[in-house]
């Protein structure tokens, strides 16, 4: 089977499958393969956070043309997958100097299929592009082409849980995997102070409880197959064993107070009002941590989706606040602008390349702590189960997307990493490749400048990064402080019951579905 994710969250996925019993798991590009039961298959769609969808290949051939494709499609006994009684669709994905387009290829196969239900029948199934009972997928890579039933549907991203969205909206994958990358697992307070719809929130809220990611789902694509075992299913959707206790809290606190209403919605329908607090509340407001020590993760505006009137000074106050309210707490931020991170102001111990759509981000993760960076005390925290192998292949998987895009600056754009033909990153799930990655990690020298051990001397290729643009900061903005301005709120802050322990619990909407046991 395929796994399909986002791009730099392959490690995370396979770690997801291998727990989940997965054998012969391996890597590609924004996809993880693997082999495994019909168990395993529901498993991974219920299970696992950081997937966009399962597929299940069932046909592979070459083709030079697009009348090769046609050919080949039309050779394969559909029997065994359609009926005249099924309404099917097509996506097709396209990585490929002989075929431009991804339409026409789907367009190809459909017609091959058509064709050979009226030679076989006279007649032909119906195609359905809302609503199929049988989702096909073809992945053309050069000459070769991949046929696979989806046994997803929409996009595992869609949870099912959000009602309401704000202007930009996390990717619900993305915001697990950024979660997953730090290790934490609901070992302490975890806080957003610019959580906007709140996906952070109810994802941290998830994977502390062990709530499934797809247990608010209406449906997946396979209870439309013809070998559905039903009984089979609703054991695995049932199944509470990965259930845990979570005694710590988890606050969200945003400058909007639309956006607090919108996150009201979506945690009240993710039937996690008891675990997670909510409050309108600036940043900037901050004068007290809302808990001794914790986890702060936050993604806070590019400037891109969402206009800031002056960027710089919002990032700057961020880096204040941190440094100054937030001791004893780890902080990830994630963003899109080297000149952003500059403006914080503080020292990162460790940076994950991810992708925001198309965005191509940076996660940065911060120790905050009072005095000298010396003084701190030796503290491993839930990043202490990582072992030094883990961690150093860690690093060395940041380092080699690290090389690639600077490589790609420093060549003007005009190198196309990974594959000749890959299409952008984004939200969506298109794509996947099986070739491994070729490109060299960083020297030992080049991985610790990396890791920010030398921090006068910049990342490899900084000076052409695009969009991290190599910028001196000017004397004003190293020893003039900023104060970021913005609209105050009134003081009026809408609060959900606090967190408490427990085993999870759902509000009555939230219940399986009675055709689910």
Known sequence: MIAKTLAELEDVLAEELISLG??????????VSFTGDKALMYKANVHCRTALRILKPFYTFKAESADEVYDAVKSFNWDNYLTLDTTFAIDAVVFSHIFTHSKFVAYKVKDAIADWFMEKYEKRPSV??????????????HNKCTLSLDSSGESLHKRGYRVAQGDAPLNEVLAAGMILKTGW???????DPMCGSGTLLIEAAMIALGIPPGIHRPHFAFEKW??????LFSAIYNDETGAREFNYRIMGFDISSQAIAIAEKNVKNAGLKKYISLEVKPFQQFTEAPAKEGLLMTNPPYGERLKVEDLDALYSMIGERLKHVFAGYRVYVLSYRKESFDAIGLRHSARYFLYNGALECEMREYEIFSGKRDDRPAKEGFRGRESSADRDARYERNSREGYRRSQRANEGGEEKLRDDFRPKSGDDDRGWDRPSRSHKPFKSRERAEFRGEDRRRPHPGSSGDKPFKDRERSEKSRGEKREFRSDKPGANSIQFDKPSSGKRSFDKNTKPRSSRK
């Open 128 to 141: 359905s592009v809302s609503n199929p009972d049988i989702m096909l997928h073809i992945h053309v890579a």
């Open 185 to 191: 697992r609901g070992e302490c307070d975890f806080i």
């Open 226 to 231: 013809n070998d559905f075992d039903s009984d």
């Open 22 to 31: 997965a054998d012969n798991v391996e890597l590609g590009t924004r996809m």
